[in-house]
Structure formats: C-alpha cells, structure tokens
C-alpha cells in the first residue's frame, strides 16, 4: 500500500508564499506523473500543475508565473512553490501520484487547506 502525506498549507495573506509537500511511502517501485489538483468550495477540483518523472511541467493558466511545481525522485517527494498568492486561490489542495509497482496505481492524498486572505 502507497500513501501520500501533504503538508505546508495554512493561512496567509494576499502576495505571501506557500510551500506545499508530498512524500510518497510504501512499495514503490518508481512514480510516473505527479501533481496538484485543488477545490474550492462550491466549485469542481481543478488541476492546478502536474509535473512528468522526467520533470516536464504543466500548469493551469491562473498559477502561470506563480507557482512552480518540483520533484525530488529520490525521496518521492513533490513541491509547490506557491508565490504572489491571491484570495482566489484559497481552496483545498490535494496532490496525486502515479505508482508504479505490478501495475501503475493512482493515489491521492487527504487534502492540505490554503486560505490566502485579502
């Protein structure tokens, strides 16, 4: 069994920083794609940035500039570096793994909360 720890959300204001973790353990083989969805309330999970094992990124339109997603495959472990937060930001963020052991599996882990206030 897989499973993977968030941490580093909180509260903080309008053009502060955040720095968002998630450390895989369990029987892992490697990690395929990584990455970060969020939701906020009354509104769909987004996905917010996704990153490759290979380090290749992806990023929604509104974080463009702003956050930077990393990988240390060492560790299984994957950042968001959250910079110039907004108020729209404020959501529920939860990070997801691809895990490859016999066969690749999704996990999901339980969701850190962000709340940037204005």
């Known amino acids: 069994q897989v499973q993977l720890v968030e941490s580093g959300g909180g509260l903080v204001q309008a053009g502060g920083s955040l720095r968002l973790s998630c450390a895989a353990s369990?029987?892992?083989?490697?990690?395929?794609?990584m990455g970060w969805y969020r939701q906020a309330p009354g509104k769909q999970r987004e996905l917010v940035a996704r990153?490759?094992?290979?380090?290749?990124?992806n990023y929604t339109d509104s974080v463009k500039g702003r956050f930077t997603i990393s990988r240390d495959n060492a560790e299984n472990t994957m950042y968001l570096q959250m910079n110039s937060l907004k108020p729209e930001d404020t959501a529920v963020y939860y990070c997801?793994?691809?895990?490859?052991?016999?066969?690749?599996?999704?996990?999901w882990g339980q969701g850190t909360q962000v709340t940037v206030s204005s």
């Open positions: 997801y793994a691809k895990v490859y052991s016999d066969y690749e599996y999704l996990y």
């Open positions: 990153i490759s094992r290979g380090g290749r990124t």
């Open positions: 369990g029987i892992i083989f490697s990690i395929n794609g």
